[in-house]
């Protein structure tokens, strides 16, 4: 069976997105018409946070999956427009709470709600978008779809704190690495696909290819994260060069180079971890390069995709299908 694709017509917006969200144009843009339509709050600070971030940019690539998820599976319903919103939320809160956490002042190129608002306010509407979010999943009205989004909403707060736990900690392993980021960042990707399927009414076999599809194109992505954060252009990325190792993030790169490096190389990029490292940037970013750290984390990512891109392989061919294998190549090939 080959799915057919929807239409609609084209916003400046909708122009300005890669190919692989075309074949979902019309839920695309019902979508965001739902994430504006339930930012509505009674209180005028909670909405002017809301609608802050949600116009700060990024292109929204988990509902995306939720939208290309259930058409490749041959859903012809509305209500994967609904969970594309709930997942769209979620993630939302997420950057909420993680800029404060972080003290981070920069994202995508412009001032974090915390900066412009405060740490209060944007940790509480972080908190409001997670209730607006739940009450969503009741509208879905499917036990099994709730069951999984609550679930990963607690897997990704444990991987918040996991993080938070390890800051200007040089022992984290790769495997202990590895799992911290499946918690924080590759577990909204993996429900996205998950639930999607789930709604769509897919075979046992299906829904649990789509799940592993999220959860390595989620890995991936946040691989390419930690890889951009020494490898990228400020301009670009929207955030400083270097972020990660200021916050004392012990990200793959790091530990690849102290794993390889020589004893030398490998204490100090350990003291830059331990302390306010953005003085030593310079070095660190020499014994990068030197111990193939960089390349390294690319080849992980580059085989988490692989692992994806199976997954899909028993699904009909459809431009849906084209468009979720294109958005995992665009996932390591992008530069922010």
Do not use: W
């Not at 939208?67 to 427009?81: F, K």
């Not at 779809?145 to 040089?170: F, K």
């Amino acid at each position: 069976m080959t799915a057919t694709v929807a239409s609609a017509p084209e916003t400046a917006e909708t122009q300005r997105l890669p190919g692989f969200f075309t074949p979902v144009t019309a839920d695309f843009e019902a979508a965001n018409g739902l994430i504006l339509e339930q930012m509505h709050s009674r209180v005028p600070l909670v909405e002017k946070i809301g609608h802050y971030i949600i116009a700060g940019g990024g292109k929204r690539l988990r509902p995306l999956v939720v939208l290309l998820t259930a058409r490749a599976l041959g859903y012809d319903g509305e209500r994967h427009r609904d969970l594309a919103t709930i997942i769209e939320f979620l993630h939302t809160a997420t950057l909420l709470h993680d800029d404060v956490v972080d003290a981070s002042d920069l994202r995508r190129g412009r001032s974090t709600a915390n900066a412009v608002f405060g740490n209060a306010p944007s940790v509480l509407v972080g908190d409001f978008l997670y209730s607006r979010a739940f009450e969503r999943m009741v509208d879905i009205g499917s036990m099994r779809v709730m069951e999984l989004l609550s679930h990963a909403t607690n897997v990704i707060a444990e991987g918040e704190v996991m993080q938070l736990a390890n800051v200007r900690n040089p022992e984290l392993t790769e495997p202990d690495y590895m799992e911290v980021i499946r918690c924080k960042t590759a577990m909204l990707f993996e429900v996205s696909s998950h639930s999607a399927a789930v709604l769509a009414g897919a075979s046992q076999e299906d829904e649990e290819n789509l799940r592993r599809y999220g959860l390595h194109l989620g890995l991936a992505f946040q691989l390419i994260d930690d890889l951009l954060d020494y490898d990228g252009d400020s301009g670009t990325l929207g955030k400083n060069v270097g972020d990660d190792l200021d916050e004392g993030k012990t990200t793959l790169p790091l530990i690849h180079a102290m794993r390889h490096g020589t004893d030398e190389q490998s204490a100090l990029v350990r003291g830059a971890i331990r302390r306010n490292g953005r003085d030593q940037l310079s070095a660190v970013l020499t014994v990068l390069r030197d111990t193939d750290a960089l390349t390294y984390t690319r080849q992980a990512a580059e085989k988490q995709i692989d692992i994806a891109l199976d997954c899909l392989k028993n699904l009909p061919e459809s431009t849906y299908r084209t468009a979720l294998e294109d958005l995992a190549r665009f996932s390591i090939r992008r530069a922010h």
